[in-house]
C-alpha cells in the first residue's frame, strides 16, 4: 500500500514515516533516513520522525548528524508540548466560561 501511494506522488510525512521503519527493521539505515528526512521536510513538525531518523543515524554510524537530529527532535518536543498546554488551557477557559 505504501508503494502504491508514493506511485500516486502522494506527500503524506505519515507514508514516508512508515516506509522508514520499513526499512529500518530491514537494516536499511541510508533509505530509512532519507524516508525520514522527507517526512520531516513535509510536516516539520513531526517528532516521531525525528525520533526515528536520531535513530536510523545512530544505527548507521552518523553520529553528528544524530546528534544534529536530536537536538532537532527536542526542539520540536518542546515546542509540541507548550503547545498541548496552550489548548489545555484554552480548553479549561472555555469550560470555566460554560460554569
Known amino acids: 500500500m505504501l508503494k502504491k501511494a508514493l506511485e500516486l ?3 503524506f ?3 514516508y514515516l512508515e516506509l522508514g521503519k520499513i526499512h529500518f ?3 536499511q539505515y541510508e533509505q530509512a533516513i532519507r524516508a525520514y528526512e522527507r517526512a520531516v521536510h513535509l510536516n516539520p513538525a513531526f517528532v ?3 525520533h526515528r531518523l536520531v535513530q536510523a543515524h545512530t544505527k548507521a554510524g552518523n553520529e553528528e548528524k544524530a546528534r544534529e537530529a536530536s537536538e532537532e527532535f527536542s526542539k520540536r518536543q518542546k515546542e509540541l508540548e507548550a503547545d498541548v498546554i496552550h489548548r489545555q488551557k484554552g480548553i479549561m477557559h472555555f469550560l470555566y466560561t460554560l460554569k
Open 9 to 11: 506522488n502522494v506527500d
Open 13 to 15: 510525512a505519515e507514508v
Open 25 to 27: 527493521a530491514d537494516k
Open 48 to 50: 516521531e520522525a525525528y
